[in-house]
Every structure is written in C-alpha cells, then in structure tokens.
C-alpha cells in the first residue's frame, strides 16, 4: 500500500527557520506533484506550496518568499523549508501527493498524516 510519512515538526522559535520532509513508501510509476498544506487550529486546510512533475511551483501569494519546496524524483521525496518562522506559522503541515500508480494504470491521490509545527514567541 502506498503512503506519505512526514518527518520533521517541532517546537521551534521565532525567527527560526525548520526543515519538513515528505516520503512516498510503495510502489508508484511517478509523483504527478507534491505538496504541502497546512490547518491551524481552528482553520481550514490551505495550501502552502506544491511542485509539479515539470518542476513547476504553485505557492500561497502570501507565503512567498519564506517557504522553498523541492523534491527528489528518484528518492520519490519532498522537502519544504521554512525561514523566518512566525507565531502565525503554528499548525499541522500535511503532505499531499498525486502519484501515478504503476504503468500509469490510475492517478492517486494520497494524504500524510501530517506533523505538528509550533513556533513560540
């Protein structure tokens, strides 16, 4: 079966800057893209930013600038860097993942469990 697993939350300080990584376990042909999301408390689940298989980056407007996605087609991984972490930053952070299963036989879309960031002031 395949599935996401997140590393990489924490507790961390304003002004801080945090790493998160995303991993596809199983087997697939290949990512059709990959992304991250995030849900505060209280709040919907909004997109941070994705990257496509043309390397093609689709980013929230208001988080530009302090959120950098990449990803490793052959590790089938993606990680999401985060500077200059604010209060604001708090929530769960999931990983969101459309695959192609093996022989392009059908598009899957697969969810993380997600992983807990909290920034403090």
């Known amino acids: 079966q395949v599935q996401l697993v997140e590393s990489g939350g924490g507790l961390v300080q304003a002004g801080e800057s945090l790493g998160l990584s995303c991993a596809v376990h199983g087997y697939i042909h290949s990512i059709k893209e990959i992304g991250w999301y995030r849900q505060a408390p209280g709040g919907q689940r909004d997109l941070v930013a994705a990257?496509?298989?043309?390397?093609?980056?689709k980013s929230a407007d208001s988080l530009k600038g302090r959120f950098t996605i990449s990803k490793d087609d052959v590790q089938k991984t993606a990680s999401l860097q985060i500077s200059s972490l604010k209060v604001e930053d708090t929530a769960v952070y999931y990983c969101?993942?459309?695959?192609?299963?093996?022989?392009?036989?059908?598009?899957?879309?697969?969810w993380g469990r997600g992983t807990q960031v909290t920034v403090s002031s």
């Open positions: 969101k993942a459309d695959v192609w299963a093996m022989g392009y036989s059908k598009l899957d879309t697969l």
């Open positions: 990257i496509t298989e043309l390397d093609t980056i």
